[in-house]
């Protein structure tokens, strides 16, 4: 294990090198759905460098301005107590769930439940094979809900991959009885338009909701035909979930045009994408609030009528966003954070070439009552620590840290790794803790890093694409008081209320 004594100023020569310009400068203006036909957050990017540049690489980790390859790195107030390595399921990782004593780890060949009572030796308690991207994850009670955004054969976990361009292609949502943590139940399975990117649990006393985030990367997909502006709402009975079904579709941007009433993108902002759906939805349930990141905009809504929500308001970023990826409330709901995966997750972008404002977080107040509620844009947020160029590396999933009086959250950055950062001042947010590992490869540009990384009941766990399940604790003053919150079940994008509003 290796400290680095000054993480805040090494890394400066490092950026963009000659082998990979044209990769990332494709990546930076495409839509960042980039995966197409094999949708996700992670495109199978690999490149290889060119001789002089892989030299640069090797004499940067040998002068020990980055990490060696898959070398742990730290802050003092972090300690890496575990490590799972991928088994069974051998794709990328993907989101995590939690629920008591165990984690649900989505894969794209399916899920991983652990029992992480003891979070210093975390044991796999099953492992489902489900093949289907993303197979993001979210548990309520009993079930547990899988997303499912590629062209399948059909709905079964045995399907197999189809061409997008196939009409009998199926995506959707599939539920899974997990009273038995051992042995999953298959139970239900419902198609939504452009399959489920991501998904979002809205409960009530006898249903559950789920919003399903998905977008229409182009006019090649027959079931995803542009526009595509809204959200597919399925409703659950919990103790029925067979008779599942999708009970509406609200168009978000109404308008005219091909592309709605969203963010055109380009031609006129070159390099946005524009808004064909929503790519994530977090929601507050006590408050009837939800916040939504939807490709070229940021939303604020209502979910009083939570089969009809209704927007608030609605922001842009022509400047410095290219893709709205998702959004994080602080726990006073006066703020919200919303992440920009510049790139489509799969290129270098944290490095000074593409400086500090780009392929970061936007911090925003949420100013005003009720329905008059508006977003208004105060700063932004990235990681002090230049990557490699075969690193990739963007704003992605984080949680809230629960401490009252603090805005403190934690959040993956791919190969970035983890960040611990604050925002109680919206205009001057700063990180305080960081965990990472060296480039995956020194030599390609490649596909890895920390997926997710939530905070739950005093410790973080990270789900990392290529290296398995890491479980970190953080020893700081200023997240200390966090040990104290306990919670029996967490979904990130069903935010809870830690301490009451």
């Not at 489920?196 to 249903?207: F, G």
């Not at 919990?238 to 993108?265: C, I, Q």
Request: hydrophobic share 35%.
């Amino acid at each position: 294990m290796t400290l680095l004594k000054d993480p805040r100023t090494r890394r400066r020569r490092l950026g963009v090198v000659a082998g990979v310009t044209g990769l990332l400068a494709a990546l930076l203006t495409a839509t960042p759905a980039l995966a197409i036909p094999d949708p996700g957050d992670t495109p199978a990017v690999e490149r290889q460098l060119s001789r002089s540049d892989r030299a640069d690489v090797a004499e940067a980790i040998a002068a020990g301005e980055i990490p060696g390859v898959g070398e742990v790195v730290h802050s003092a107030n972090i300690k890496h107590l575990a490590n799972v390595p991928k088994d069974v399921l051998r794709d990328k990782n993907s989101d995590l769930a939690f629920q008591g004593r165990y984690a649900f780890a989505g894969n794209y060949d399916g899920f991983r439940i652990y029992d992480i009572s003891n979070p210093r030796a975390p044991k796999t308690v099953v492992q489902v094979l489900c093949p289907g991207s993303q197979n993001d994850v979210t548990v309520d009670g009993n079930l547990l809900f899988l997303s499912t955004d590629s062209s399948r054969s059909d709905s079964s976990c045995n399907s197999t991959t189809q061409p997008a361009s196939e009409k009998s292609s199926w995506e959707g949502m599939k539920i899974f009885d997990i009273s038995d943590k051992r042995n999953p139940k298959y139970v239900a399975a419902v198609e939504t338009a452009c399959g489920s990117h991501t998904h979002t649990l809205v409960p009530e006393r006898r249903n559950v909701y789920l919003y399903v985030s998905s977008y229409s990367p182009n006019a090649n997909y027959p079931d995803c035909q542009p526009p595509h502006d809204g959200i597919s709402i399925i409703k659950v009975p919990r103790h029925a979930p067979e008779k599942a079904a999708v009970v509406g579709f609200p168009v978000l941007f109404p308008g005219e045009g091909p592309d709605g009433g969203g963010n055109p993108g380009g031609p006129t902002n070159p390099g946005v994408s524009k808004t064909t759906g929503c790519h994530d939805i977090t929601v507050l349930p006590e408050l009837d609030l939800a916040a939504g990141a939807c490709m070229g905009d940021g939303i604020l809504m209502s979910i009083k009528d939570p089969e009809h929500p209704k927007i608030i308001d609605q922001v842009q970023d022509n400047v410095n966003f290219a893709f709205w990826h998702s959004a994080t409330f602080n726990q006073k709901a006066d703020k919200v954070v919303f992440t920009d995966e510049l790139g489509g997750g799969g290129a270098a972008t944290c490095n000074a070439e593409i400086g500090p404002n780009r392929g970061a977080d936007g911090i925003y107040d949420i100013v005003g009552k009720g329905d008059h509620r508006k977003l208004v844009f105060r700063s932004y947020f990235k990681i002090p620590r230049h990557q490699a160029s075969t690193e990739n590396c963007v704003a992605h999933n984080g949680s809230l840290i629960p401490v009252k009086g603090r805005d403190l959250m934690v959040q993956a950055w791919y190969q970035g790794g983890v960040s611990v950062w604050e925002f109680t001042d919206s205009s001057r947010p700063r990180e305080i803790a960081f965990f990472e590992r060296g480039p995956d490869s020194a030599t390609d540009l490649t596909s890895g890093g920390s997926w997710s990384a939530y905070y739950y009941n005093g410790y973080i766990y990270s789900n990392d694409i290529s290296n398995g399940f890491d479980v970190l604790k953080i020893d700081d003053r200023r997240t200390d008081p966090a040990k104290w919150v306990r919670l029996s079940e967490l979904n990130v994008q069903t935010q809870p209320d830690y301490f009451g509003w």
